[in-house]
């Protein structure tokens, strides 16, 4: 992953780039804690361009309006794992390396999570780690098959 300093334009992640730096993902991080650190290189980035504020404009180079970006906003359903998938990690470990990837990477918002059929209807269960899950009106406890009919 990395940061990309943008010239700003009407549409989403489409401007000219300025500047961009790589940063490596470590097999630890969430997305909270690459949020931090792509925090401190882009401000540390634009702290360089700012001071050859002289220099400016800048020319901006990369994807113009009419090319290919990669960026789009994360919504709610992109958490969404159906129940046999998420019942397969939770009971058996299956499929661990994705839905762990997507954990991270979605931590916070908009998270991972499930629907299933309780004896009060069909309910969201959140998927907060391998081991631990929240569901819908409850507090955050470990996964048993008894929170579910």
């Known amino acids: 992953t990395g940061i990309t300093i943008i010239k700003m334009t ?3 992640d489409r401007g000219p780039i300025i500047a961009q730096k790589k940063l490596p993902i470590l097999p630890t991080d969430t997305r909270l804690t690459l949020y931090q650190k792509l925090y401190e290189l882009g401000g540390s980035i634009l702290r360089i361009l700012l001071s ?4 400016w404009p800048c020319r901006p180079t990369g994807p113009g309006l009419n090319e290919i970006f990669y960026a789009r906003r994360l919504h709610r359903i992109d958490g969404y794992i159906p129940w046999p998938q998420a019942h397969a990690f939770l009971t058996q470990g ?15 918002f908009p998270g ?5 059929k309780t004896v009060k209807g ?22 048993s098959l008894s929170l579910v009919s």
């Open 10 to 12: 009407e549409e989403y």
């Open 112 to 116: 991972v999570w499930t629907q299933v």
């Open 122 to 143: 069909t309910k969201v269960l959140k998927i907060l780690s391998p081991t631990q899950v929240q569901l819908e009106g409850k507090t955050p406890t470990a996964f």
């Open 94 to 108: 299956k499929n661990a390396i994705a839905i762990d990837r997507k954990l991270r990477a979605l931590y916070g």
């Open 52 to 55: 050859s504020y002289k220099a």
